[in-house]
């Protein structure tokens, strides 16, 4: 008897002990943030992701009473950004502000990096996204979608394509649309978004698939035109546009995301504080108008719809890059 009543103060004690620990637990991340959190930033500052990072960065210490402080570490196309936050502490406490060309990495660079795109983070929220534009210049004689779709069809690989660069967002977006279309594009790659904006202007290139932001100034000056958006609905910087469904270009739909994710194995109750700060960034004005003045929609996604469309992006462009033999130099 003696011993049993051993045995059961014994256990009293674990049980108490456990949910201590517990508690403790619940109760540290409860109070979290409790000291500066690390927004870490695949690009230089100046930038739109770097702005848009910046934009977040103040919303989110207003909302959760600790500095977000952005550290800006460009690289090998985001590589070492992404690689400083899959191997941080899942403790919230460092956090990568991305953008589409995430999903990018795997396509191009396979096992050459030491993390997992998908695996290796917990997709919180996007806070905006940059809608892709088909625009042309003044030599290209076309008027819509169709007109365009159909001059393509007429002379297979002759209407060109202007591009950033092989690989480039730009180019994964120009390939997604000649596949569900059925057209032969000649793509044409540049050193960067600039020349193709000079070359669609001066007429020598007809076409690109740009975001947004990126031409945004040239299509308000009437230099440019644009024939479909690539996004679900209409962005209200161009409402006058259709997107590729409305225009007969079918389901296509390549909008450049910007948004946070975190380490894997990030805490529930850490994640939920962080996607409500993330979705009331995207909900409020002053974000908005931030965003717009750069091109940009404001657009929430979060949890797990933010990570199905993370790994639906992966999966797309790795199937794209094995096709055409894609690798990054």
């Not at 049993?4 to 201590?20: F, H, P, S, V, W």
């Not at 008027?143 to 159909?150: I, Q, V």
């Not at 929609?297 to 462009?317: H, I, K, M, N, P």
Request: glycine letters at 10%.
């Amino acid at each position: 008897m003696l011993k049993q009543n051993r045995l059961l103060a014994l256990a009293e004690k674990a049980l108490t002990a456990i949910l201590l620990v517990a508690s403790g637990a619940c109760f540290a991340q409860a109070g979290y943030p409790s000291k500066p959190v690390k927004l870490v930033v695949g690009f230089a500052a100046g930038g739109p992701t770097d702005v848009v990072a910046r934009a977040f960065a103040d919303h989110a210490a207003r909302a959760l009473g600790q500095p977000f402080v952005v550290e800006n570490k460009p690289g090998a196309n985001t590589i070492l950004a992404a690689q400083a936050v899959a191997s941080a502490p899942a403790d919230g406490y460092t956090l990568l502000f991305g953008a589409t060309n995430h999903t990018m990495i795997p396509a191009l660079y396979g096992t050459r990096v030491k993390f997992d795109a998908v695996k290796s983070f917990q997709p919180l929220c996007t806070v905006a996204t940059s809608p892709t534009v088909l625009v042309v210049g003044p030599g290209m004689p076309v008027k819509s979608l169709a007109d365009y779709m159909a001059r393509a069809r007429k002379e297979p690989r002759r209407t060109t394509a202007g591009t950033a660069g092989v690989g480039s967002s730009g180019h994964f977006a120009t390939e997604m649309f000649a596949r569900a279309n059925g057209l032969q594009l000649n793509h044409v790659p540049y050193k960067g978004a600039a020349p193709v904006v000079t070359d669609l202007m001066g007429g020598q290139l007809d076409s690109s698939f740009a975001t947004l932001g990126s031409v945004l100034p040239q299509l308000r000056a009437g230099k440019l035109a644009a024939l479909a958006v690539a996004s679900p609905k209409r962005s209200p910087l161009l409402p006058g546009v259709p997107t590729f469904a409305e225009a007969g270009g079918g389901n296509y739909s390549a909008d450049a995301w910007y948004g946070v994710l975190a380490p894997a194995g990030l805490p529930q109750p850490i994640a939920q504080q962080l996607e409500k700060a993330a979705g009331d960034f995207a909900a409020s004005t002053a974000a908005a108008e931030k965003l717009r003045g750069l091109g940009l929609d404001a657009d929430s996604t979060c949890g797990l719809a933010f990570a199905q469309q993370v790994e639906r992006e992966v999966a797309t462009y790795m199937q794209i890059a094995r096709d055409l033999n894609l690798k990054a130099e």
